[in-house]
């Protein structure tokens, strides 16, 4: 069946780094754009980045360029979310989730926990 | 971009009708007929029940509706039960960004 799983997320220290991926499977990878959305303990949706579905292009919010970077792996079903200069604020749940052609974000994976703090 | 205005919390009766505002500029929401909505339960991922402003994915029940008129998107859900009791997102999408409303929580009396 369809499926996202993220995996990575922790506790790590302000400053440091982690990196977050995403597996997906029952779906034709390399055919979609792909999201990470994060939510804080309590908060609501934050749209994180974008990538299209050939890996060329990235978008990201305000809120992380520059600190954080997406990429995507066509031959291993995968997109990852590497996380640089973690701050406080970026604890959250981090999910992946799959750009339907159709429209909106029809995937979403289960999330995985960021907590930054020292 | 600035977060999409969502009322913070609606109630409603079973069987009863209610209705969920996002509110956005003529540079997402009523720029573009690119608006869907997510259903959230406590603890669970987000799930897509309109896109493209009022078009329903595959399962998702026929009570959930959507509009626009200039800047402001609604979600209706029409015959309201227990389990439409959660939060509700919307979010107004391009090609290379999106952005999300603050969230509605929907009570159900």
């Known amino acids: 069946q369809v499926q996202l799983v993220e995996s990575g997320g922790g506790v790590v220290q302000p400053g440091r780094s982690l990196r977050l991926s995403c597996a997906a499977s029952?779906?034709?990878?390399?055919?979609?754009?792909m999201h990470w959305v994060r939510q804080a303990p309590g908060r609501g949706l934050e749209w994180v980045a974008i990538i299209w579905y050939d890996g060329r292009n990235q978008y990201y919010a305000e809120s992380v360029k520059g600190r954080f970077t997406i990429s995507k792996d066509n031959s291993k079903d995968t997109v990852s979310l590497q996380m640089n200069g973690l701050r406080a604020d970026d604890t959250a749940v981090y999910y992946c989730?799959?750009?339907?052609?159709?429209?909106?974000?029809?995937?979403w994976g289960q999330g995985t926990t960021v907590t930054v703090s020292s | 971009q600035s977060a999409l205005t969502q009322p913070a919390s609606v109630s409603g009766s079973p069987g009863q009708s209610i209705t969920i505002s996002c509110t956005g500029t003529s540079s997402d929401v009523g720029g573009y007929d690119f608006v869907s909505w997510y259903q959230q339960h406590p603890g669970k991922a987000p799930k897509l029940i309109l896109y493209d402003v009022y078009n329903r994915p595959s399962g998702v029940s026929n009570r959930f509706s959507g509009s626009k008129s200039g800047n402001t998107a609604s979600l209706h859900i029409s015959g309201l039960q227990a389990e439409d009791e959660a939060d509700y997102y919307c979010s107004s999408y391009t090609s290379s960004s999106a952005v999300f409303g603050g969230g509605t929580k929907l009570t159900v009396l």
């Open positions: 989730a799959r750009d339907a052609p159709s429209g909106g974000m029809d995937v």
């Open positions: 029952g779906f034709i990878f390399s055919s979609y754009n």
